[in-house]
């Protein structure tokens, strides 16, 4: 029988052996060690229970990375309550949907965003806890104080039962801009991510928890720099293995990546595992130690891992010259479907861009489900078999066309389209759909479309993602104006910025005569995006 995983069971068991003195998270010159992390957690959860959260409730984090987050988390799988992230960029229709759609009945957020709670939270009467967190800026009014939770209390562990499905939700974007909470069960979030074992160092799974706390009793606890949002799924994820490990969670203070910021905090707490999201984090830094050579050691990192953006070689390159002993990992993932492919660079190990390792629960298949043979030629969709979410919260019709059961196997196919070579190795050909990435966060042209078509000067517009060196894919509109306009393209964007959030804002936006649709008024985006690039002298 396979053993029955809670990451609040893990958490308790974790607390009892690590040494209170340890850091357990890090924030600029703020340091929490394990002792006071596992009192707040305790504290927190308990706290949550008697104001009358009870298990299975959803908890919503609005902050940016900070050390609350992580004991908000852990609090939360204490208390047998369900994670669900918000993306501190939206703005307040996109809040209000997100914290109505999770049905979330706990809020726990900065108050630096005090203003949007104050706004929203009458549209939100399912929210009954409303939990601050003191920031310098000025809080609200009638809501919880985080730190007056956290104290009260002796900082013992909950005594109660908890199950392997317990939920973990990660919000993510639809097909219509608006998010989709992709549903994790505890158990099998735990089981694709490892199960306490490695598989690229030969480390099996652990067998049960006593099998786990032995091996971190042997080992050395890992210190873990997520660079992404916690918001995002690649945060999270690095910060919950620094916290079930045993281990030390680094976050830079910076409202922006910062690479000098992140460098500089790798030499100071002797970082061993860096999470970024590709270029847009990589090439910073590797610009910032070609620039000052020297001055920053990053010799104690073993492990930069990314994930949802173009990793280029040449990068990967100019790191590895600065730490041969760094193993690069691009991870082929995302919030439904973990460990569809990976590649690895060493020193003695290069690889190229966008080639992946297919995973080894893992089938390429067609739009009509039909699979696709190695070095076909033919392109199909990857999907992975396995440990996978048990669905989308409140979308049965999603749910069933992302997990189809197919010859009586479940799988997820998240949409990105691939390659199968003749060695079984996956070429990345992109979304099925038109989403963009930028810089780890999804964008859905239609959202920004319409955006910009609410403005009088606009009679059609068409949004693409071009390459860029920062970004991955930079934002870019292709409008067809109205008789009498002129293209205004800093007012169009600031007037978009009033109907999206600032990460959606196109960076450039170009006017075109034709949009070139077809009859019936579907777009073209391959000639959209063909066009724009010759535009702005963009070559791949």
């Known amino acids: 029988m396979t053993f029955e995983w809670n ?41 949550l229970l008697d104001n009358g959260a009870e298990p299975g409730d959803k908890i919503a984090f609005y902050m940016r990375n900070r050390p609350e987050y992580a004991e908000g988390i852990a609090a939360g799988f204490k208390a047998r309550l369900t ?9 307040d229709h996109e809040l209000v949907y997100l914290l109505d759609n999770s049905d979330a009945t706990v809020v726990i957020y900065s108050a630096e965003f005090s203003p949007q709670v104050a706004t929203i939270r009458l549209q939100l009467p399912n929210v009954r806890q409303w939990i601050e967190v003191a920031d310098g800026y000025p809080g609200g009014d009638d809501v919880v104080d985080y730190d007056t939770l956290v104290s009260r209390g002796d900082g013992t562990p909950l005594d109660i039962s908890r199950s392997p499905d317990d939920m973990l939700f990660l919000y993510t974007g639809g097909t219509t801009g608006m998010p989709k909470g992709v549903m994790w069960r505890q158990q099998d979030l735990w089981c694709v991510m490892g199960a306490g074992g490695n598989p690229r160092i030969n480390l099996e799974p652990s067998p049960d928890l006593d099998t786990y706390i032995e091996r971190l009793q042997a080992g050395d606890p890992p210190v873990n720099l997520p660079l992404p949002p916690l918001m995002h799924g690649t945060g999270l994820l690095s910060t919950i293995t620094a916290m079930t490990h045993g281990g ?16 500089a905090a790798i ?25 000052h050579p020297g001055k920053y050691d990053i010799s104690s990192l073993r492990l930069i ?66 699979e696709v043979e190695a070095g076909s030629g033919e392109s199909g969709m990857v999907a992975v078999t396995g440990f996978l979410p048990v669905g989308y919260y409140q979308d049965e019709e999603k749910t069933a066309r992302t ?43 239609e959202e920004v479309e319409e955006a910009l078509k609410q403005h009088e000067s606009v009679a059609d517009a068409l949004v693409i ?37 600032g990460y959606k804002l196109p960076k450039r936006i170009l006017a075109k005569d034709d949009l070139e649709r077809a009859v019936n008024g579907k777009a073209d985006y391959g000639k959209i995006r063909d066009y724009a690039e010759r535009e702005l002298e963009i070559t791949r």
Not at 358 to 367: D, M, N, P, S, Y
Request: hydrophobic fraction near 40%; charged fraction near 25%.
């Open 7 to 47: 990451y609040g069971d893990i958490l308790d068991a974790v607390d009892k052996i690590t040494p209170a003195d340890r850091p357990a998270l890090i924030h600029g010159d703020r340091v929490v060690d394990w002792g006071t992390f596992t009192t707040h957690s305790n504290n927190l959860a308990k706290g």
């Open 83 to 91: 994670h669900t992230n918000v993306n501190y960029r939206y703005i």
């Open 248 to 263: 030390t969670a680094v976050m830079l203070i910076g409202r922006g990546f910062d690479a000098t910021e992140a460098l």
């Open 267 to 291: 030499d100071r707490h002797r970082v061993t595992a860096a999470t970024i999201v590709g270029d847009a984090f990589a090439r910073p830094m590797a610009d910032a130690l070609d620039e």
């Open 305 to 370: 891992s990314s994930s949802g953006v173009m990793w280029t070689r040449e990068v990967k390159s100019r790191l590895l010259s600065h730490n041969p002993e760094l193993m690069l990992i691009d991870g082929f993932s995302s919030s439904e479907a973990i460990g569809l492919g990976s590649s690895v660079m060493t020193k003695d190990k290069e690889i190229e861009v966008a080639k992946f390792t297919l995973g080894e629960k893992c089938k390429v298949f067609t739009e009509d489900l039909r």
């Open 403 to 445: 997990f189809p059961v197919i010859d009586g196997v479940r799988y997820s196919i998240p949409g990105d389209w691939v390659r199968v070579e003749h060695d079984g190795t996956l070429t990345l050909l992109g979304r099925g759909s038109n989403c963009i990435n930028t810089a780890g966060e999804k964008v859905y042209p």
């Open 465 to 501: 993602g071009v390459p860029d060196e920062r970004w991955g894919q930079a934002i870019t509109a292709v409008v067809k104006l109205n008789t009498g306009y002129q293209l205004d393209e800093i007012g169009l964007r600031e007037f978009a910025r009033g109907h999206l959030a």
